[in-house]
């Protein structure tokens, strides 16, 4: 079978790799219908060094067909059409019970990352723990629901995830720094939990102007000291009382920090591409702000959002603005790097 691989930075591949096989009672074999490049494939796409170690497989987002199952899989059978989230899990360990999957106690729950034989851009792939991990979906292969189903494996509930850890409700005004595929469908959760308010703060027009259409009240372009400036002049000089941030890049945090008011929360969702504490914790303390977030649990939210796509209130899937075949992959990547793309659907 064909899957993408990734050598080191911007060296990515579509290879012929052995075909995947059950080799676990509790796994599940799909074959894959709609993949996607995300935009935390980027960080590796602009670091990798060949040193780093072995060719990576890529690819945590996918919806497929499932194949066949083990023996002691029972939440599945063979031609079902399912969801994976981006982590694996069992779905019965105590913190898979409390809603936090990414923490899954099970020795095999991972993150698809860090699954070395296995990865969503690709023709077909293993499941381990299928009955935690997979969730069916109600529809057919080809229906024109999958973009945005296929958000339910990372970017919406990762974008919710933000919202929901960062307290939003009617009461609340929200800054979302980043206008990539996560920080907007951050907007669109803000949105769904009653946002009083809501300042997107991007620069990318093609993507600021859907971000109003999924729910911001306000674009801020600017960013450092006079961002922040603008945010605290459409706040009354106070700031949001949540900031949603999507970047994962220190000078995203920095101001985070800035728009935050006395009270206020900073929900991280953007993947961190710091090292070092981000800032004084000390800072913090005066103000009574607090960190919250973290890797999302989507598999917690999968049954939460859907019905919400399966009757149209909402659309998520329009953060596909490019689809492509396995070809295309190693293109898309730089399209998305570039800019050109904000987040490409790949179709098998």
């Not at 229906?143 to 494996?153: E, G, M, N, V």
């Not at 913090?284 to 859907?306: D, K, Q, S």
Request: glycine letters at 12%.
């Amino acid at each position: 079978m064909r899957a993408t691989l990734m050598y080191s930075a911007g060296d990515v591949r579509v290879e012929s790799v052995p075909d995947s096989v059950i080799r676990q009672p509790t796994d599940a074999l799909v074959r894959v219908t709609a993949s996607c490049v995300c935009g935390s494939d980027l960080h590796p796409y602009g670091s990798m060094k060949p040193e780093d170690g072995p060719a990576r497989r890529m690819g945590h987002e996918f919806i497929g067909i499932v194949e066949d199952t083990g023996s002691e899989v029972t939440t599945v059978k063979r031609g079902d059409l399912v969801v994976a989230p981006f982590a694996i899990s069992d779905g019965t360990c105590e913190f898979c019970r409390e809603g936090l999957h990414t923490s899954c106690a099970h020795p095999q729950a991972n993150f698809w990352d860090g699954e070395p034989d296995e990865g969503g851009q690709a023709e077909a792939v293993r499941v381990p723990l299928a009955d935690g991990t997979l969730v069916k979906l109600p529809v057919a292969p080809d229906s024109a629901l999958i973009p945005s189903l296929l958000t339910l494996s990372d970017v919406f509930g990762t974008g919710y995830h933000a919202a929901l850890m960062g307290g939003v409700s009617a009461r609340t005004r929200v800054t979302v720094i980043g206008d990539g595929a996560v920080g907007l469908l951050a907007v669109l959760s803000a949105r769904r939990l009653g946002a009083e308010q809501i300042i997107l703060m991007g620069r990318h027009r093609e993507r600021t102007d859907l971000g109003r259409e999924f729910g911001a009240t306000d674009v801020v372009a600017a960013r450092g000291e006079e961002g922040i400036e603008r945010v605290r002049e459409l706040t009354g000089g106070h700031g949001t009382h949540v900031v949603l941030e999507a970047v994962g890049h220190m000078p995203a945090y920095e101001q985070a920090i800035g728009v935050v008011r006395p009270g206020g929360v900073i929900s991280r969702v953007g993947v961190p591409q710091y090292e070092q504490a981000p800032v004084d914790f000390g800072t913090l303390f005066g103000p009574n702000i607090r960190l919250a977030g973290g890797p999302a649990p989507v598999r917690a939210y999968i049954e939460e959002l859907m019905p919400d796509i399966l009757d149209g209130t909402i659309d998520p899937g329009k953060v596909f603005d490019a689809t492509t075949g396995l070809d295309g992959v190693p293109a898309a990547y730089q399209d998305m790097a570039d800019r050109r793309s904000l987040k490409v659907l790949i179709k098998p």
